[in-house]
């Protein structure tokens, strides 16, 4: 598209030049010359230093958790949905949640409630949730750990979804909260605080 679009513009110039004198052509293509050799310096230069900053500021966030946590960082690739799932370990059992950092807590679908034990008709299914399709209830949980790779969190509360086909478990910012993350194109860096 960008190829079509210099053509155009080279076509332009092209047909403008014609229409000129002989004198006036040669002083009008030296000009032309000129600001587009300007242009592509600027361009190129503006390029240039965008990517080198952009890398330069990972490589310092990155130095920076590495310093503080030796070991620390956990690597997650994107999966072909577009999304990055982790593993949690709810009290020892694993548990495979969709990462969605705009969800305020980490919501547990009613089937990943069953293989954890959690008996759903006895939970009160108190807390309200807005999302995407619409208000959606949930029970709150708490957990005596719930763990990533060798990070615990201690007694975390989660919500167990009231839909009977919520789909796959979330964990959202009441988890992701004791982590500090980046992601980088197709990875998810993930690094404890405070380790």
């Keep these: 598209m960008q190829f079509l679009y210099l053509l155009v513009v080279l076509g332009t110039f092209v047909v403008a030049l014609l229409q000129l004198s002989k004198e006036s052509r040669a002083r009008r293509i030296s000009h032309i010359l000129f600001w587009c050799a300007g242009v592509c310096v600027i361009a190129f230069f503006y390029n240039v230093q965008e990517r080198f900053f952009q890398n330069q500021l990972v490589e310092q966030i990155r130095d920076k958790f590495r310093e503080n946590a030796q070991n620390t960082e956990m690597v997650f690739k994107k999966a072909r949905d577009g ?90 910012m009441s988890f992701l909260k004791h982590f500090d993350f980046v992601v980088r194109r197709d990875t998810l860096f993930l690094f404890r605080k405070g380790s």
């Excluded at 709150?140 to 990070?151: A, K, S, T, W």
């Design 83 to 172: 999304h990055f799932y982790v593993d949690l370990l709810f009290n020892g059992v694993r548990v495979k949640c969709l990462v969605d950092t705009g969800a305020s807590d980490t919501i547990l679908s009613r089937k990943d409630a069953r293989r954890l034990g959690i008996n759903l008709d006895a939970l009160d299914y108190t807390k309200e949730y807005q999302t995407a399709n619409g208000k959606i209830n949930a029970a709150p949980v708490l957990f005596d750990d719930v763990c990533i790779n060798r990070y615990c969190i201690p007694s975390l509360s989660v919500s167990v979804s009231v839909l009977e086909n919520s789909g796959t478990s979330l964990v959202g």
